[in-house]
């Protein structure tokens, strides 16, 4: 079928681009041992910083976010060592167990259910329980992507300072930074891993390590090969703007600008946005009587929504539906969810009234594919957005 105007591309990421940053890279590629580079990679290496809300180096690797996943790894850990990683859904597994496990880590998947976050007493008790101090690992995916559910990372570093446990925490925050609150100096995060295609509103391409003075200490001693992710090499690079192998140029012009543009909106009035759309989306879905995947209100993610569809009624038919009729693709059922949920990405570059014409388009493909829901749902997300709009910087 043939569509006009722009594609509404509502995953969870890779999420719009703004044209500013597709402008920023519409540049000619430099020599990436030269000086303009040398200034141009001190420059988003210094301020990237302040999106970790950390003081430590962050690294940039020209990689996706499971690159990033397994640089974590790598960099912190010895062939053999356990790792505790708490399921939350799929990313837990595909993005940190299977990684884990095929680097020859022991991992122990802390059994979790795929509608609410990890839970900070099952990981107290898993590291009372360890008075040898075997486990060298924490694993949490901050936002779980394929079930819109948030962990509380503050509770899960305190139920680890309770156990007296010093194993390092790792957090994976692909789909939550930039667009909730994460604090990588204050919940003492040992590793923060990140990727470019989300909250940062950049194309894919570029994975990021926050990288604490313990993680730092522990990648000294970590005995696992590494020769790509190494941070050691990548550290010293970075020290004069550099990398020590060719950085993805053209993306890091594209990490300037967007850095640009969170510091011009503010951080907090970042999180208060995504906080609207989240919580607007959650009205709709409630309005047209389907469930949110998400069990507990204060996991709700606000980068995301999961909406599970009754019984007898295939998600991918819908998803399939919307993208032929109204050219929006929205995110699919991953893993043991497949067919059961769709997922509606409201992260980034993003507005009231592109969520608008999101819940729309996900209004009108209900009743096309017959799915039973009540009428209102689009209204009842304008309420929420027109009740809180005064309040906000930015909409
Ligand atoms: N972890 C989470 C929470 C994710 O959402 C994703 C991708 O969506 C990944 C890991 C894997 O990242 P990538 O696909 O960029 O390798």
């Known amino acids: 079928m043939m569509h006009t105007g722009r594609h509404f591309l509502q995953i969870p990421g890779p999420t719009n681009v703004p044209d500013r940053?597709?402008?920023?890279?519409?540049k000619p590629v430099i020599d990436h041992r030269g000086p303009e580079f040398a200034e141009l990679g001190l420059d988003v290496l210094e301020r990237v910083r302040a999106v970790f809300k950390t003081k430590g180096p962050v690294v940039i690797f020209p990689s996706s976010g499971t690159g990033a996943c397994e640089a974590a790894l790598t960099?912190?850990?010895?062939?053999?060592?356990?790792?505790?990683?708490?399921?939350?859904?799929?990313f837990s597994h595909i993005a940190w167990r299977r990684v884990a496990e095929r680097l020859g880590l022991a991992v122990e998947y802390l059994?979790?259910?795929?509608?609410?976050?990890?839970?900070?007493?099952?990981?107290?008790?898993?590291?009372?329980a360890d008075s040898q101090h075997t486990f060298k690992a924490v694993v949490v995916v901050h936002n779980e992507t394929s079930t819109g559910v948030t962990s509380r990372l503050s509770e899960v570093r305190r139920a680890i300072n309770r156990a007296h446990h010093?194993?390092?925490?790792?957090?994976?925050?692909?789909?939550?930074?930039?667009?909730?609150?994460?604090?990588?100096d204050e919940w003492e995060i040992d590793v923060t891993v990140a990727g470019s295609q989300k909250g940062l509103?950049?194309?894919?391409?570029?994975?990021?390590?926050a990288i604490s003075e313990k993680a730092l200490a522990a990648s000294r001693t970590a005995k696992m090969p590494r020769a790509y992710w190494d941070w050691d090499?990548?550290?010293?690079?970075?020290?004069?703007?550099f990398f020590p192998y060719t950085p993805a140029t053209n993306l890091l012009y594209a990490l300037r600008e967007a850095l640009e543009m969170i510091q011009e909106e503010g951080l907090e009035n970042i999180f208060r946005r995504h906080q609207r759309y989240g919580d607007a989306t959650r009205a709709a879905v409630r309005a047209w009587g389907l469930d949110i995947l998400c069990e507990e209100p204060a996991e709700y993610s606000n980068s995301l929504t999961a909406v599970v569809l009754p019984d007898g009624h295939n998600a991918d038919r819908l998803r399939q539906i919307i993208l032929e009729k109204f050219d929006m693709s929205l995110g699919t059922g991953l893993g043991q969810?497949?067919?059961?949920?769709?997922?509606?990405?409201?992260?980034?570059?993003?507005?009231?009234?592109?969520l608008a014409g999101t819940l729309s388009g996900v209004e009108m493909g209900l009743g096309l594919a017959g799915v039973p829901h009540k009428p209102g749902g689009v209204q009842a997300a304008l309420n929420s957005l027109a009740s809180s709009v005064a309040e906000v910087a930015t909409v």
């Not at 090499?233 to 703007?241: D, H, R």
Request: proline letters at 5%; a positive charge; hydrophobic letters at 45%.
């Open 166 to 184: 010093p194993a390092l925490l790792i957090v994976d925050t692909i789909s939550s930074l930039g667009s909730m609150d994460l604090r990588h």
């Open 201 to 209: 509103m950049l194309p894919p391409g570029l994975g990021f390590n």
């Open 75 to 90: 960099n912190t850990l010895s062939p053999g060592d356990r790792v505790l990683v708490c399921e939350t859904g799929w």
């Open 111 to 128: 059994p979790g259910s795929w509608r609410k976050g990890a839970s900070a007493s099952a990981v107290e008790a898993a590291l009372a």
């Open 233 to 241: 090499e990548m550290l010293k690079a970075n020290k004069s703007g």
């Open 21 to 26: 940053v597709m402008l920023a890279m519409a």
């Open 337 to 354: 969810l497949a067919g059961k949920v769709f997922r509606i990405g409201h992260l980034g570059a993003f507005n009231d009234l592109t």
